[in-house]
């Protein structure tokens, strides 16, 4: 490994956040940074770290089979909301977009609690203004979005196609619908008796 590949490595080891090309090479100076970040992310490939891309930023992360390792507390996971996780999808997918666009897809209007979340959580960011009357607000996603669900850039988001495979898009049985809803009407015409 030569000396700038080694300083790349330093640079990325000691940064407390992701970095771009661009921002390491502030730090180390001229050279050809793609190649050692080429040849870091090989070195690193199948070790207890590994060198990552997500969003075009790199950053160290130990690797996903041993990460149980290094839990020390119980993580409690946080529970989205079933509104909070269609908005959050509706961004990633539509963005920038904003709060009217967001109702209009999903039917209904959302709190501003439910944005607040996610902004908290550091996975929407406000994207600017949109040029039309009343200058909405815009929402998108951030790169810990694409850190925090595992993605290199939005294009790895599942289409239509990996969604039907997952089961996730099945159509409604219309039939077991109405057979559930003629119940009910006659258990509320029973009750009402």
Do not use: N
Request: a negative charge.
């Amino acid at each position: 490994m030569d000396e700038f590949d080694r300083a790349v490595e330093a640079t990325l080891f000691a940064a407390a956040e992701p970095m771009t090309p661009e921002e390491i090479a502030a730090h180390v100076g001229e050279g050809d940074i793609d190649a050692a970040l080429a040849s870091l992310a090989q070195t690193y490939a199948g070790h207890g770290i590994e060198l990552v891309e997500r969003g075009g930023r790199w950053h160290f992360q130990t690797s996903p089979d041993l990460a149980h390792l290094l839990r020390r507390t119980r993580e409690e996971p946080r529970k989205l909301s079933r509104a909070a996780t269609e908005t959050l999808a509706i961004i990633a997918y539509h963005e920038p977009v904003s709060r009217a666009e967001i109702e209009a897809i999903r039917g209904v209007q959302i709190s501003k609690g439910t944005l607040d979340v996610l902004m908290e959580a550091g996975w929407i960011k406000t994207a600017g203004r949109r040029e039309s009357p009343g200058r909405p607000l815009l929402y998108a996603t951030t790169p810990d979005f694409l850190t925090h669900f595992g993605l290199g850039s939005r294009r790895d988001l599942p289409g239509i196609d990996d969604l039907k495979a997952a089961g996730l898009l099945d159509p409604l049985d219309e039939e077991a619908l109405a057979e559930q809803l003629g119940e009910l009407q006659r258990e509320s015409s029973d009750e009402s008796d």
